[in-house]
């Protein structure tokens, strides 16, 4: 397995969906627009900007159809969309996402609890999603959830992660984020569950979708570049609590992954300080803590 | 150089000295004491426990004698107490410290401005401190601050570390931390750093000491893990702000080491739980947030 280190980088922020839906109090639609048009301005090429989900179960998102219609486009950026069925995906497509993301899990108990139906079942539900996405010609993104642990079942076999993998892909996802949704994974665990799904998925169509619930996040993205990743998500100043420990950090933040990626030589296109101003102006829209220590190093300097 | 991990690491807890001075309120014997004994109970073996640098300058710690006597002590724990001179050197082993530090930085803007002599004669002014520890039969640490960045002078090169390191060492000193005391270091520089110094100091006499300033702390620690590094110095619920940055990070938290050592199959001998409830013990006590995730996550799960 390599050891080299890839030359270029791509962010993919998931701050305003993964981050703010785990939001307690609701949020404007202007708040959501100013900060995708924030990250935009920074040169973040692809930006995850609402969900499409069931309003009844994600109310923070429930208003993502007028997040896309509202807000200005930079040529060049992606716009994604989450999407769980056909019907979230079709009003993700009028409301002009750029692409879509689907989503299963690595763990069977998680899917049950959580979706309330099996690995398999869920796949075979999104098949009309892929259709409609192929008939539009919108790219598709695949996320792998519970990667290394899950809440319920604990450990997760880096074969199963495999499996799901490659079945997205067959689905005709064009990358598949792998993540570890609850944050318990560290280089060891990530470094073996990479090394088994790049037996499947070519590491080129892999990314790390990685929580900081036990602030190793940061080390598992160097752990997952040493192993040729070349596709990280992140959410600015670590928008996003973990739903399973209240009081614990979620999202990985945009700003100390940039901060890495800098001090590591590698590129990624992105204004570090611009993103790192949108993570103060979203922290003091919310009223909430800045989660990410790049960021607030940063700010205390240009103070 | 070396990409196996080490089988064993051991852990020097720094939060009763650095982090603690670092606190803005004046914190009473008593709560030293007692955030001491847990550490110690939670298997902490080596424990920088007070400094005993002129009150005016370090008001927090100017207590550290009592302290010292005051505490229990478990056998086999190493109690370390910091010295910048001789007279504070006496009073430590008066006090019945097991342990003296002492420092250096390793850029001279630094050293100038921090303690107004320059690298040179920071180093000559500790041989009587030297001299009193080897007449009592008493280790001696040696800490090397700045060690890829300086405050004043930005960038410091990886050959006067290994210099200044080289010649704490020829003083005496058993041991070697290397501080990035502004935590500006990522796996690339610090990894470039260790390579120089251990060209002149055998790998097993470094401990690495990093900052968590720009949430680089945990990834640094896993890339000097890598290169061969043994010792990890850290503190308890990440204790201590950065003077440099207000509102940014300072050490690196114990908690988070502890389960990177954990997830890597590294022996550490010590007890997780136990150090988030003291993390949790102390915090509670100062009213500060805990600034280990790992503490915050292991405490939700058990309440």
Redesign the interface.
């Known amino acids: 397995m390599s050891?080299r280190l890839p030359t270029r980088v791509r962010i993919v922020e998931v701050g305003p969906r993964d981050g703010l839906q785990n939001e307690q109090q609701p949020i404007s639609t202007d708040l959501k627009v100013e900060l995708i048009e924030r990250l935009a301005n920074a040169g973040i090429a692809t930006i995850e900007a609402g969900s499409f989900v069931n309003p009844k179960w994600v109310p923070q998102m429930a208003g993502s159809d007028e997040v896309f219609r509202q807000m200005g486009r930079t040529p060049g950026v992606q716009y994604a969309a989450l999407t769980p069925n056909l019907q979230g995906a079709q009003r993700a497509l009028e409301a002009g996402a750029s692409e879509l993301a689907i989503f299963a899990a690595a763990s069977e108990a998680f899917s049950q609890k959580n979706i309330n139906c099996s690995i398999e079942q869920s796949l075979v539900r999104f098949k009309p999603v892929m259709e409609l996405a192929h008939t539009a010609g919108i790219p598709v993104r695949g996320y792998v959830s519970c990667v290394v642990g899950c809440p319920y079942q604990g450990e997760v076999e880096p074969q199963v992660v495999a499996q799901v993998s490659r079945q997205l892909l067959d689905l005709g996802c064009y990358e598949i984020s792998l993540g570890d949704t609850i944050?318990v994974?560290?280089?060891?665990?990530i470094t073996r569950m990479l090394d088994a799904v790049a037996e499947e998925v070519a590491i080129d169509l892999l990314a790390v979708h990685l929580h900081?619930?036990?602030?190793?996040a940061?080390?598992n993205?160097?752990?997952s570049l040493l192993r040729g990743v070349r596709v990280i998500d992140s959410s600015v100043a670590g928008l996003g609590g973990?739903p399973y420990?209240?009081?614990?950090?979620g999202n990985v933040?945009t700003?100390?992954v940039l901060?890495?990626l800098?001090?590591?030589?590698i590129e990624h296109g992105i204004n570090l300080q611009a993103v790192a101003e949108a993570g103060h102006f979203i922290t003091q829209a919310l009223g909430r803590?800045n989660g990410?220590?790049?960021g607030?190093?940063l700010?205390?300097?240009s103070?």
């Open positions: 050891h944050g994974g560290t280089p060891a665990s900081d619930t036990y602030g190793q940061i080390a993205i160097y752990a973990c420990a209240r009081g614990a950090s933040a700003e100390d901060y890495l800098d001090g590591l030589g803590p990410s220590r790049a607030r190093a700010l205390a300097k103070d």
